[in-house]
């Protein structure tokens, strides 16, 4: 019978969750790791020297505090040695960063993306731009993996979701050849880990912008399609093909408009950019600056705009509940386009809400927008990088 976790699986989860708070916190008294993580100060001194060992913390004493007695020492994460790499495939750039651990951003290429560039096709130009980042990394300096974010794009041969960046692209599954290929390009035998860009800015919110502190989280993003990333009990939801979150195929009227994925009545098809352009009777080609125009004559008291945005803005309400129902989340964030719609329907959005959500379920959930800016899905990035790290140190660490 199994009696629960040994004691080094307690030292290994222990060595995770402090390393886990000084990424995330960054420098941290000895006296608040103790208190923060419910360990005694014997235990906390041990993990410390270990992680310290391992070189991916460093210890000192605080500068003067003004107080008597022996001051705690303060932990720090190693950000100039232990680095990782976050890519950001976007529609219309490439960006890459070197991240140290603690998230701080030392350095950053981007590049013009060329019209009609694959993905997966993305490669060589990201490992040049890697390159240039490179020339600045200090000897002694350690890679411990990469992170990239891309695009999530509907295949609409046979509905399977592939990885890629740029609307009217035939996306085939890209996100396992792509993610090798930048491993190969790294080498150092770290994997380079590719999440859609909602997982990304899930992650990146959940981290450092405006779901800290929250373990259930669920960010809404209008890009390519509707998606979701979701953070459940602290943790990504994956899925088991991380296909998990494409909530924009969720049904919501049966019978309702063709939707790219070869189904009908997506939610999708009632909240995206042209749900929007078709409500407000505007020709259906404008995309996002059109669907963007609508809601910003809305905002100038257009009337046909109005009523188009409320209508959109019901049927976000309408998959929210459900969403809500479902994962209890702590709060909901919008994204893109969805982030305006929000912003100014927030009245049909709630009211849908309060009627068609449980009131146990809906009573904590906060709705908010994004936090952080154009850099999210490269501080996500690095957090996907830094994932195998934090979860077990002395595993993965150099
Ligand atoms: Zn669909």
Known sequence: MRTGPSQEEVRRQNLGALLRYVHIHGPTSRAELTSELGLNRSTIGALTADLASAGLVTEAAPRETGRAGRPSLVVRPESARVYAYA?????????????????????????????????????????????????????????????????????????????????????????????????????????????????????????????????????????????????????????????AGQVGHMVVLPGGRPCGCGSRGCWETEIGDHALLNAAGRDLTGGRDAALAIVDAASRGDATAQAAVRQVGDWLGFGLANLVNIFDPEMVIFGGTLRDVYLAAAAQVRSRLNSMALTAAREHVRLRTPQLGEDAALVGAAELAFERLLADPLDAAP
């Open 87 to 243: 890519f950001s495939i976007e529609v219309d750039q490439l960006r890459v960063a070197r991240v140290g651990l603690g998230g701080e951003v030392l350095d950053l290429r981007a590049e013009e993306r060329p019209a009609g560039l694959a993905a997966a096709d993305a490669v060589p130009l990201l490992a040049e731009l890697v390159k240039e980042l490179q020339q600045s990394v200090l000897d002694g300096a350690v890679y411990v993996g990469g992170g990239v974010s891309v695009t999530r794009m509907m295949r609409r041969t046979d509905g399977k979701a592939g990885l890629s960046a740029g609307a009217g692209a035939n996306a085939a599954a890209v996100a396992e050849p792509l993610g090798a290929a930048l491993a190969g390009e790294l080498g150092a035998d770290r994997p380079v880990v590719v999440g859609n860009a909602a997982d990304v800015a899930a992650l990146a919110e959940h981290a450092r912008g405006a779901a800290v502190g929250c373990d259930n989280v669920i960010y809404l993003q209008r890009d390519a399609g509707v998606d979701a990333g979701i953070i459940v009990g602290g943790r990504r939801l994956t899925g088991h093909a991380g296909q």
